[in-house]
Antibody
Framework: QLQLQESGPGLVKPSETLSLTCAVS??????????WGWIRQAPGKGLEWIGS???????YYNPSLKSRVTISVGTSKKQFSLKLSSVTAADTAVYYC?????????????WGQGTMVTVSS | QSALTQPRSVSGSPGQSVTISCTGT?????????VSWYQQHPGKAPKLMIY???ERPSGVPDRFSGSKSGSTASLTISGLQAEDEADYYC??????????FGGGTKLTVL
């Protein structure tokens, strides 16, 4: 069974770049049938789609974050990464990585456990 | 791309039914059949409950059902149980390989 696991610093200073990685176990990013995404949830708030990447490395971003976001696939196809630049306190959130199934369930069917990132000096 | 609109909270007694609405636009909910619903318990990751408006993944009880009319999708939970108390989020494809979530609804089982 495929599993996702986020990792990265839990504390980032304002104006710096937030960097997270999502490790894929029990499968890989090679299939055309899925998109691999990042979703965040600020404390006490709702879910916000940040962006997604497909097996070929094509990326798709939330228009409101597009200027600051970079998502990429690792060379081993066993991980993908998120970079969010020029962070502020508003970027404090739990960050989830998730798989979007484009053929069977047309939904984010598998999620990581999430990692809390706090932006503070 | 604006968040889909959900009621902040709904409640019901055990055994009753509740419906949570999710209102979008013709660019998202109204224009596509890719609406999904997620259940989130405190401190946990979201769990897929409904996809393609009304389909249930294996393992999800048939007490959970979904529907859509125009730009509003709905999640209905019948035969409420204590463990259904959670936050629920809708999500819709919004075109050009982008997705948008709702603001979330807190379900309280009285």
């Amino acid at each position: 069974q495929l599993q996702l696991q986020e990792s990265g610093p839990g504390l980032v200073k304002p104006s710096e770049t937030l960097s997270l990685t999502c490790a894929v176990s029990g499968g890989s990013i090679s299939s055309r049938d899925y998109y691999w995404g990042w979703i965040r949830q600020a404390p006490g708030k709702g879910l916000e789609w940040i962006g997604s990447v497909d097996y070929s490395g094509s990326t798709y971003y939330n228009p409101s974050l597009k200027s600051r976001v970079t998502i990429s696939v690792g060379t081993s196809k066993k991980q993908f990464s998120l970079k969010l630049s020029s962070v502020t306190a508003a970027d404090t959130a739990v960050y989830y990585c998730a798989r979007y199934s484009d053929t069977s369930e047309d939904a984010f069917d598998i999620w990581g456990q999430g990692t809390m990132v706090t932006v503070s000096s | 791309q604006s968040a889909l609109t959900q009621p902040r909270s709904v409640s019901g007694s055990p055994g009753q039914s509740v419906t949570i609405s999710c209102t979008g636009t013709s660019s998202d909910v109204g224009g596509h059949y890719y609406v999904s619903w997620y259940q989130q318990h405190p401190g946990k990751a979201p769990k897929l409950m409904i996809y393609d408006v009304s389909e249930r993944p294996s393992g999800v009880p048939d007490r959970f059902s979904g529907s859509k009319s125009g730009s509003t999708a709905s999640l209905t939970i019948s035969g409420l149980q204590a463990e259904d108390e959670a936050d629920y989020y809708c999500c819709s494809y919004a075109g050009s390989y982008t997705w948008v979530f709702g603001g979330g609804t807190k379900l309280t089982v009285l």
